[in-house]
C-alpha cells in the first residue's frame, strides 16, 4: 500500500512551508516579484480554483514564465467558530420564509488562499492546466486491440507512476489495465480488497463500507493499481466514465471470465491527448 509519492511529498512540503519557514526569509525574492498575468488557464466555480498563467521578475531584469494556483482552503471548526461567534457583518442577498442568503466578509486573517506557486513554468506545466475539449470514447474490445493496445505498447504513454496517495499497487507486471482482467485474476483482486480495508481500518479507523475502492479506465500509467479513498472525499477522478468500483469488477468477471476482453469501455480523452489521435485516425470518433 503506497500512501505517497515523490510528487505529493514534495506537494506536501510546498504547503507545510518546506524545512519549517512559514513566511518568505527576510531579503530573499517574493516569489510572485512583478507578477503579470498572461491568461487565466482554468478555473473550476465547484473546486473553488483558479489556474493563471503569468510572467514574474526572475533576477530583477529577466522574466519567468510561473503558473499560480489559488484555491480556497476548507473550513476549519475553530475558524468558523471565531468567525460566527464574533457577530460578523452579514449583507442580506435574499430572503424567503425561514431561509436566508447573505454575504459576508471574513477578516483577513480568516479568509486564507491555498496558492501553489510552479516557477520556472515550462510549455508542458502551462499546457497541463489549460481547458481542454473533453471527448467520449466508447472503446469496443477490437478498438483495444487495434488502436489501444498499440499504443500503449509503443511507449507514448508514460507509466511512469509520480503521483500516488492511497493506492494498492499489484506485485505481478503485465497486468496493464482492466482489459487484461480475467477470472484467473480474481484471488489477486479480492486479496488486494480485503488486505486494503483491513490496512485501513487498522491506521485509520475507516471501515471498508466508508470507502470508494476503484480502478481508472483509462488508467494514469499501465500497471494495474487500485485506489482507495473515503467516501466523503470528492478525489479527482471519481466520474462514472473512468472509475470502476472493485467489487463490480470482481463482480463481472465471476459472471464471465472475458468480460473485459469483450465488453465497450466508455471514457473521456482531452483533445490534446496522442491517443484521442489515434481513435480520429481510425475514423472511431
Do not use: W
Not at 77 to 101: A, M
Amino acid at each position: 500500500m503506497a500512501e505517497r509519492g515523490e510528487k505529493r511529498k514534495r506537494e506536501s512540503e510546498a504547503e507545510n512551508g518546506g524545512a519549517g519557514d512559514s513566511e518568505t526569509p527576510a531579503g530573499a525574492e517574493h516569489p510572485l516579484a512583478g507578477f503579470k498575468l498572461q491568461s487565466i488557464l482554468r478555473e473550476s466555480a465547484r473546486d473553488k480554483t483558479i489556474f493563471l498563467h503569468g510572467q514574474v521578475s526572475g533576477d530583477g531584469k529577466s522574466t519567468e514564465d510561473a503558473v499560480v494556483i489559488l484555491e480556497r482552503a476548507p473550513f476549519q471548526v475553530e475558524t468558523v467558530t471565531r468567525l460566527l461567534g464574533n457577530n460578523p457583518e452579514l449583507k442580506l442577498q435574499l430572503k424567503n420564509d425561514i431561509y436566508s442568503v447573505y454575504h459576508l466578509n471574513p477578516p483577513p486573517e480568516l479568509n486564507e488562499m491555498k496558492t501553489t506557486i510552479i516557477r520556472p513554468a515550462t510549455e508542458k506545466h502551462i499546457k497541463k492546466y489549460v481547458r481542454q475539449e473533453l471527448y467520449l470514447i466508447q472503446e469496443t474490445g477490437e478498438d483495444y486491440k487495434n488502436i489501444t493496445l498499440p499504443f500503449i505498447e509503443s511507449g507514448s504513454f508514460s507509466i511512469k507512476v509520480d503521483d500516488l496517495y492511497l493506492i494498492a499497487i499489484s506485485h505481478p507486471r503485465g497486468i496493464k489495465s482492466l482489459r487484461d482482467l480475467n477470472e484467473d485474476h480474481l484471488p489477486l483482486l479480492k486479496n488486494i480488497q480485503q488486505e486494503g480495508q483491513a490496512a485501513i481500518l487498522k491506521k485509520y479507523g475507516v471501515k471498508g463500507n466508508q470507502l470508494r475502492i476503484y480502478l481508472h479506465y483509462q488508467p494514469s500509467y499501465y500497471h494495474l493499481h487500485v485506489h482507495f479513498v473515503a467516501l466523503g472525499h470528492e478525489a479527482p477522478g471519481i466520474t462514472v466514465e473512468r472509475a470502476h468500483l472493485l467489487s463490480d469488477v470482481i463482480q463481472n468477471l465471476e459472471l464471465d471470465s472475458q468480460y473485459y476482453t469483450k465488453c465497450t469501455l466508455t471514457y473521456a480523452l482531452r483533445a490534446d491527448e496522442p491517443l484521442l489521435q489515434k481513435f480520429k485516425e481510425a475514423g472511431k470518433c
